[in-house]
């Protein structure tokens, strides 16, 4: 028997945490930056033209990203593949890829 694990509280490396934190720390700072230098600048006419290119971009990374996660999905016995589960880093790539495609998605969507 296992006693005692229940208590023992879940720990992750530093790593881990940054990479988990590190997004919300970005996005803090832009409303703060937003908010002390943004609010003295006026808005291009043109910002129809910016909003345009951007869903062209992220449809065309979504699609890039669903390529990249199908091709890692359907390899099977590569030495890649291999070295990627041996290392308990497949399942995360493959989860990256299709959290990018989510938001490029998202992004894509006026």
Known sequence: MNYGTALVPH???RGLAIERIAPYLMGIAAVV???V???QQEISPNIKDIFAS???IAGAGA???LAAASILATISNSW???RAKE???FTRLVQYLLVAMGW???TSRT
Do not use: D
């Open 87 to 89: 290392a308990g880093v």
């Open 54 to 56: 951007t869903v062209s």
């Open 33 to 35: 930056v937003y908010g």
């Open 63 to 65: 699609g890039f990203m």
């Open 104 to 106: 490029c998605l998202a």
């Open 37 to 39: 230098f943004g609010r």
């Open 11 to 13: 720990s992750i490396s």
């Open 80 to 82: 890649f593949l291999k």
